[in-house]
């Protein structure tokens, strides 16, 4: 079946450092793929997605690239801020499961000043 | 502005009771879902619903109920069934068309 996996944190940056976040995927079809943010006591929001290989999605200066042969959709900031302290999500929504939503455990970033 | 309102915020069950948690959406989405949130876990997917008057169990249906006879409102009944309801819930929706889901801003339920 279709399932997510996303790097385990708890990932800690010093301010302005480069973050990756791997994520990888496992889909029966040819899915959407998406990274959404959770701050504390919050709901998920969309950070940024890419509908079809080669994609490039891109938000507040985070990126991330849709990777067909590789199965990949690593999230990148090339220079993080205390405020993107948060917990990341990567998701998939694949097609040939009527679109139904596939999340990964999170990862839980922190940014030191 | 539209969105997603869920209430109520923190909610406290006694045991042997059920209670409600509220979600409503002026979207206008045609899909509803509640997913289920563990410190330290990822989403885990209760019941959804595509379409007013139908709704589907998701991995973890068992203890929990809901109905969607409106297209704004997908309320969801923690049950006296469900022996661990202590965790964070999140209501979303989404549109057919986009294909994204938005979500609410989520209700602590904690057991007394």
């Known amino acids: 079946g279709d399932s997510v996996t996303q790097m385990e944190g708890p990932v800690t940056l010093s301010e302005e450092a480069f973050l990756t976040i791997n994520c990888t995927y496992t889909a029966t079809g040819y899915p959407s793929l998406f990274w959404y943010v959770q701050y504390p006591g919050e709901g998920l929001q969309l950070l940024l997605k890419a509908t079809k290989a080669d994609d490039k999605g891109s938000n507040k200066g985070f990126e991330a690239t849709y990777r067909k042969e590789t199965t990949s959709f690593h999230l990148e900031k090339g220079s993080v801020q205390v405020s993107d302290s948060a917990v990341y999500f990567c998701a998939l929504s694949d097609p040939n499961t009527g679109n139904q939503f596939y999340f990964g455990t999170g990862t839980s970033l922190t940014v030191i000043p | 502005d539209g969105g997603i309102t869920q209430s109520p915020k923190y909610l406290f069950r006694k045991e042997g009771q059920n209670v409600t948690l509220s979600c409503e959406q002026n979207?206008?989405?045609?899909?509803m879902y509640w997913y289920r949130q563990d410190p330290g876990q990822g989403l885990r997917l209760i019941y959804y619903s595509q379409i007013v008057n139908d709704f589907q169990k998701g991995d973890i249906a068992e203890g929990y109920s809901v109905s969607r006879e409106k297209k704004e409102s997908f309320p969801l009944t923690v049950t006296s069934a469900q022996k661990n309801p202590t965790a964070f819930y999140l209501c979303?929706?989404?549109?057919?068309?986009?294909?994204?889901?938005?979500f609410g801003a989520g209700t602590r339920l904690s057991v007394l």
């Open positions: 979207l206008n989405h045609d899909a």
């Open positions: 979303a929706s989404s549109t057919g068309t986009k294909n994204i889901q938005y």
